[in-house]
């Protein structure tokens, strides 16, 4: 198999790497409360995932109130 000859430089790397881009997560509004959430993700805002309850959302309050 060819191998490459030598190493290629940080400038080389990084001129290549500039194409690589973050993307904005797929928000999709969740079918129990209707706000936008994160594809395939358990709603943090009612803990729902796929219309049964899965997680308990703990209520800021009680940081508030002291
Ligand atoms: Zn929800």
Known sequence: MPNPKRQH???RQRKRRTHYKAT???LGPCPQCRKPI???RV???CGHYKGRPVVEIKIKE???KS
């Open 9 to 11: 430089s940080r400038q």
């Open 24 to 26: 904005m997560p797929k």
């Open 38 to 40: 994160i594809s395939h």
């Open 43 to 45: 709603c943090p805002f």
């Open 62 to 64: 009680e940081k508030e």
